[in-house]
């Protein structure tokens, strides 16, 4: 066990697969004793900067592809008995204000607890969570300094932190939301976690 080996998590809330690797790595960190970096990036923006779109969409005319994701999704919640997964009825959210609210939650020290608060709203307990109305009500019921946050998320300094996260991304290798960076090796989709941890095992 290789304690000093790095792993990064680049995600977007707007994904279901990446809160599905979210509540998988706690189980993993604990295994490898290795934490994984939660790095926040913009998927429309990886998508944009990838010519890429979302599986709604390019999956949208081919027949059986949409419905074995959702199978897969469903034998990966059964495998690790994940039993507070709900799609989002509003799927596909606008995650912008979210994203950047993960930067400004980084520099007010409250990094943690608002990544746990705003994957379980949006896929726990899920909320339209691109009303600001409804993201504002979630903030100050999860114990957010809700007015701070959100202007602090609206600041030049905190739009070109997630811009630059999110090309900086692109340029190792992202093409989606989840991937897992173990060094400088890349890993896409929560289904490459099994390898991911095999890697920081082997050190």
């Given at each position: 066990?290789?304690?000093?080996?790095?792993?990064?998590?680049?995600?977007?809330?707007?994904?279901?697969?990446?809160?599905?690797?979210?509540?998988?790595?706690?189980?993993?960190?604990?295994?490898?004793?290795?934490?994984?970096?939660?790095?926040?990036?913009?998927?429309?923006?990886?998508?944009?900067?990838?010519?890429?779109?979302?599986?709604?969409?390019?999956?949208?005319?081919?027949?059986?592809?949409?419905?074995?994701?959702?199978?897969?999704?469903?034998?990966?919640?059964?495998?690790?008995?994940?039993?507070?997964?709900?799609?989002?009825?509003?799927?596909?959210?606008?995650?912008?204000?979210?994203?950047?609210?993960?930067?400004?939650?980084?520099?007010?020290?409250?990094?943690?607890?608002?990544?746990?608060a705003?994957?379980?709203?949006?896929?726990?307990?899920?909320?339209?969570?691109?009303?600001?109305?409804?993201?504002?009500?979630?903030?100050?019921?999860?114990?957010?300094?809700?007015?701070?946050?959100?202007?602090?998320a609206?600041?030049?300094?905190?739009?070109d932190?997630?811009?630059?996260?999110?090309?900086?991304?692109?340029?190792?290798?992202?093409?989606?939301?989840?991937?897992?960076?173990?060094?400088?090796?890349?890993?896409?989709?929560?289904?490459?976690?099994?390898?991911?941890?095999e890697?920081?095992?082997?050190?």
């Open positions: 066990m290789n304690r000093m080996r790095s792993v990064e998590f680049h995600f977007d809330f707007g994904s279901p697969n990446a809160y599905l690797s979210h509540r998988v790595i706690p189980a993993i960190e604990k295994r490898t004793g290795v934490r994984f970096e939660y790095v926040p990036v913009l998927l429309g923006g990886v998508f944009k900067l990838t010519s890429n779109r979302s599986p709604i969409e390019s999956f949208a005319g081919v027949r059986n592809k949409l419905e074995y994701q959702q199978l897969e999704i469903r034998r990966f919640v059964a495998r690790h008995g994940i039993t507070d997964f709900r799609m989002n009825p509003h799927f596909p959210v606008n995650t912008l204000t979210l994203m950047r609210g993960a930067v400004a939650a980084q520099s007010l020290g409250v990094y943690e607890r608002y990544v746990e705003m994957f379980r709203n949006m896929w726990a307990e899920p909320k339209k969570m691109d009303d600001p109305e409804v993201l504002r009500s979630v903030l100050k019921h999860e114990g957010f300094d809700a007015e701070r946050l959100m202007e602090l609206q600041t030049q300094a905190i739009k932190q997630l811009a630059a996260n999110t090309a900086r991304s692109v340029e190792r290798g992202t093409f989606g939301s989840p991937t897992f960076f173990v060094g400088e090796e890349i890993y896409f989709g929560k289904d490459k976690l099994g390898e991911v941890e890697s920081l095992l082997a050190g």
